[in-house]
C-alpha cells in the first residue's frame, strides 16, 4: 500500500496518494480490470496455440490521442478486483490453458502485482508477459526482475514534438529506451521453446503511424546502435486505425500507406533485426476485444 500513498509507479511521478485521490494516470489504490481471457491476436509466440492469459488491467500513464483500447486507458472502464481475486484469474487462466499471463498496462497496479505473484508464481509454471506502452521509470521495472519472463513495450516515437503532441510525453524516447535496456538486461536473448511459445525475452512494438516513416527509421536506427540483431525481437505493426480523437489531428486521421508501412520494414531488415510484420488487412478495429465493467 505504501506505494499508492505517493505514486512515483511511473515517470510521471505524480506524488498522488492514490488511496485516497486519483493519480495521473486516472486511478486510485484499487485493483482494476477490464477484461481477462484467452487472447489469440498477439504475435505468435506469445499467443501460441492456445491463446495468451490477458488481463487488461484499466487506466494507462500516456495520453495517446489514437488510442485504440480508450475506453479502458482514458474513460476507465473496468471492474475493481481485490488481490485475491486477482491471483484466481490468473490461475482460472492458466487453468483453461493459457500459454502465459499477459500484463497488459499494469504500471498502475504493479506492487499489487508483485503482491499476487510472490504468492502463486511458482504454482502457475507459465511466463509472466509485460505488455506495456513503454514509458516506464527504470527503478519500476528493476522491481520486476525475476517476476516478469517476457516484456512486450513499445516504443512509438523518437521525435519528442511528436511524442508530446500526440501522446503528452515530450521524454518519451530517452524514457522508453533506458527502461527497455533494463528489460533486456533482465530476460537476456530471446529464447522460444519447441512449441514456438516465448519463454523468455523482449519483443520491442512499433506501430508505423501516417506521416512518422522518418521518425519510426529513426528509431529503428537507434536500437541498431544499443542491441545486437538477437538482443531482440522486433513486431512491426501495421493495425493503426483513427480512433479515439485522432480526428482532431488532420496528419493521422487516416491509416497507414503500404509505402510508408514497406519503408519501416525495409529499415528494419536492413538492421538485421528478426520479428513479425502485420498483415495489413489488421488495420481494423474488429479484432479488439469487447471490455467489461463501467466507466469511472
Sequence with gaps: MQDYLNCRLCPRQCGADRAASRG???????????????????????????????????????????????????????????????????????????????????????????????????????????????????????????????????????????????????????IALEAVKEMVSQTGKPLIDRRGVMQRGVIIRHLVMPGGRADSAKIIGELGKCFSADDILISLMSQYTPMYRAGEFREINRRVSTFEYNFVLDRCLEAGFGGFMQERESATDSYLPEFEGNYL
Design 24 to 174: 495521473f494516470c486516472g486511478l486510485g489504490s484499487d485493483v482494476r480490470i477490464a477484461r481477462a481471457g484467452l487472447h489469440m491476436w498477439e504475435e505468435p509466440p506469445i499467443s501460441g496455440e492456445r491463446g495468451a492469459g490477458t488481463v487488461f488491467f484499466s487506466g494507462c500513464t500516456l495520453k495517446c490521442v489514437f488510442c485504440q483500447n480508450y475506453e479502458i486507458s482514458q474513460l476507465k472502464k473496468g471492474r475493481n478486483i481485490t488481490e485475491s481475486e486477482l491471483a484466481d484469474e490468473f490461475l482460472r487462466l492458466r487453468d483453461i490453458g493459457a500459454e502465459n499471463i499477459e500484463l497488459v498496462s499494469p504500471t498502475p497496479f504493479l506492487p499489487s502485482i508483485i503482491n499476487v505473484l510472490d504468492k502463486i508464481k511458482p504454482r502457475l509454471g507459465i511466463p509472466i508477459v509485460m505488455n506495456t506502452g513503454g514509458y516506464e521509470r527504470v527503478e519500476t521495472i528493476k522491481r520486476l526482475k525475476g517476476y516478469v519472463d517476457v516484456y512486450l513495450p513499445d516504443i512509438k516515437y523518437f521525435d519528442p514534438v511528436r511524442s508530446k503532441k500526440y501522446s503528452g510525453a515530450e521524454d518519451y524516447f530517452e
